[in-house]
Nanobody, 114 residues
């Protein structure tokens, strides 16, 4: 299994940017896909973005063109650059890693004020 630790969340105003990081440790060499989901209390967890080993990326329609996912294999870290943030982006953002298991981080809060 893989241990995941997110960082970089915070409080920003609409239109500003944040960059989230997700550091992986453990059996990360067997990880095929990493990415991000987000969740607002009382609602289902929502897919945000993913990156597959080798490069292909995928984005939710709601964030396409504003968010960019990237990875730095040497640091076993995945990033989510979030630009032009909107109040509706407010959520807890969870990093995930998929191998033989599906592992989750504990989440980092992102709050966007209007």
């Amino acid at each position: 299994q893989v241990q995941l630790v997110e960082s970089g969340g915070g409080l920003v105003q609409a239109g500003e940017s944040l960059k989230l990081s997700c550091a992986a440790s453990g059996s990360q060499s067997k990880t095929n896909v990493m990415g991000w989901y987000r969740q607002v209390p009382g609602t289902a967890r929502e897919f945000v973005a993913s990156i597959t080993r080798g490069g292909p990326t995928d984005y939710a329609t709601s964030v396409k063109g504003r968010f960019t996912i990237s990875s730095e294999d040497a640091k076993n870290t995945v990033y989510l650059q979030m630009n032009s943030l909107k109040p509706e982006d407010t959520a807890v953002y969870y990093c995930f890693a998929q191998s033989s298991f599906l592992d989750w981080g504990r989440g980092t809060q992102v709050t966007v004020s209007s």
